[in-house]
């Protein structure tokens, strides 16, 4: 049954604690019990969870590098002009990003002890940015991103939101792991511009440009994907983050070669995506934090009616919530640190810590801060515990000041990561139930719309949703826990706040 967690198959790259475990023992220290080697050994549990300090290092600094890209495409999301026409500096919101995203994932290794990392939600920055242009102030809807912060702050702190993450059933937790596992696939081939959209036909997707690889980015692309799958079969210690270093410097040659230069937005699509991979003139630059603060906490009740806010803070909340839940769930499978019931031990500080980064972020505006998957990488390359995320926190922290430098890793270098650990996730697929439909249809679902809507909350929606309608209608109805008919009865919402918008 799904329900019963196994030991991972996706060891890290060059990890050899597998073949280093005592004959007998199971999974997450079941074994003969070792004494921690100092207070940072015990703190964070270090040697428990069969990691060294080597290791736990290594692993913050390849989160840093899948997710290093939201320092520069968060100001680009956000920069536009608000209804009022104000316009948010680039340098203040890429500094911003970096201090906020750096004290947050320091706070969640501190607190929580778990190698996740968090920076700015890019599928919350999509909708609020979308309300800023059309409805809001910037100042009113990061108001509103606070408030809804804090209402999940109080949702964690009455137990709802832990409670929440325990009634969904194995078979969906499952798949939501196998389903962000196709997501991560997807976004790297997105960002590397191996699938686009396509530009004529009738094929919504196109394979690199016009059906061939063509461009020097793309091929950078294929060279850091065929070097990090060999280092990661090969099991090279660091594998990854040799991966990211290697690709980076091998585009770097290309770019100075043959000065290929950046996409400008799809003008030239055999240009970068997003970085150009140069060594920038200044490598250090003073941090503007000019728009820490620019908050109007009530305002966006003012301009646009009471019932119109809250629905807009429920829409963000329901996919802040519910991407943490997938997203803790993926990284948590990825490591091997579930339960038996394929629940995260200790969960409560790590979802508070969460639930206060949204709240943060939003203070700070730069839109609400979230755990971010790309956690998986440094999961798959070793770490285990909180001294990951210090260290990914510490990297941010530095990348305050230099931001130039952060700017030298391209996309398409990061982006074959991406798919390396899309693939580890995917393996957990032989853990879920196939001879029972009204549990396949629900995991299908929930594993395909992550990727198709891009969206990890429309996937559990989905999967919640038809999962209550199929044990109702195979007459096991009793199998729904009680707190799974509210999440329906959310979602249901969710899904329908755009006739609802218009209603109000």
């Known amino acids: 049954m799904a329900e019963k967690s196994r030991p991972s ?59 290093a890209y939201i320092v520069v495409l968060n100001p680009i999301i956000l920069s536009g002009a608000d209804i009022d026409g104000t316009t948010l500096p680039f340098v203040s919101v890429a500094a911003v990003t970096a201090l906020v995203a750096g004290v947050l994932t320091i706070l969640m290794g501190v607190v929580g002890r778990y190698p996740f990392a968090l920076a700015a939600g890019l599928g919350i920055n999509a909708i609020v940015a979308v309300y800023a242009a059309t409805q809001l102030t910037w100042p009113e809807i990061m108001g509103l991103v606070v408030l809804e912060g804090l209402l999940i702050t109080v949702l964690v702190l009455t137990g709802f939101r832990r409670a929440v993450f325990e009634a969904i059933p194995g078979q969906l937790k499952t798949a939501i792991a196998v389903g962000i596992g196709f997501f991560l696939t997807i976004i790297g081939l997105v960002d590397a511009g191996f699938v686009r959209r396509a530009q004529s036909g009738s094929v919504p997707l196109s394979f690199g ?16 994907l065929a070097l990090t799958s060999v280092l990661v079969v090969r099991r090279v210690r660091g594998g990854l983050l040799i991966g990211i270093v290697a690709t980076t410097v091998f585009a770097i040659v290309v770019e100075a070669i043959a000065n290929v230069g950046s996409s400008n937005g799809g003008t030239n699509p055999r240009g970068w995506a997003l970085q150009v991979p140069t060594l920038p003139e200044n490598i250090v630059e003073l941090p503007d934090f000019s728009v820490v603060g620019n908050v109007s906490l009530f305002g966006g009740f003012s301009r646009i009616g009471v019932v119109a806010a809250l629905l807009i803070v429920f829409a963000i909340m329901i996919a802040d919530f519910f991407d943490t839940v997938g997203t803790v769930t993926a990284v948590g499978a990825e490591g091997d640190m579930l339960d038996e019931d394929r629940n995260l031990p200790r969960s409560q500080p790590v979802l508070l810590v969460d639930s206060l980064a949204a709240a943060a972020g939003g203070a700070a505006s730069v839109s609400s801060n979230t755990t971010y998957v790309e956690s998986t990488a440094g999961v798959a390359d070793g770490a285990r515990t909180g001294l990951a995320s210090v260290a990914t926190g510490v990297l941010f922290l530095v990348a305050v000041f230099f931001t130039p430098l952060v700017q030298v890793v391209p996309s398409e270098a990061a982006a074959p990561v991406l798919v390396i650990v899309g693939a580890l996730l995917i393996s957990q697929i032989r853990d879920l139930e196939w001879g029972d439909l009204s549990l396949v249809i629900p995991a299908f679902l929930t594993i395909t719309l992550m990727p198709f809507t ?31 008919w509210v999440i329906a009865v959310l979602f249901l919402v969710y899904f329908a706040l755009e006739p609802l918008q218009q209603l109000f």
């Open 9 to 67: 198959t996706s060891t890290p790259a060059g990890d050899d604690a597998a073949a280093a475990r005592p004959a007998g023992s199971t999974r997450r220290g079941t074994g003969p019990k070792v004494r921690p080697k100092n207070g940072l050994d015990r703190y964070f549990s270090i040697t428990e969870r069969r990691s060294t300090v080597t290791r736990e290092l290594r692993g913050g600094l390849v989160t840093f590098f899948t997710m």
């Open 209 to 224: 440009i016009d059906g061939s690889l063509a461009g020097w980015p793309l091929l950078t692309f294929v060279v850091g």
């Open 454 to 484: 891009y969206s990890i909350t429309n996937g559990i929606g989905a999967g919640v949703l038809s999962y209550v309608l199929l044990r109702v209608a195979t007459g096991r109805r009793r199998d729904v826990h009680l707190l799974m």
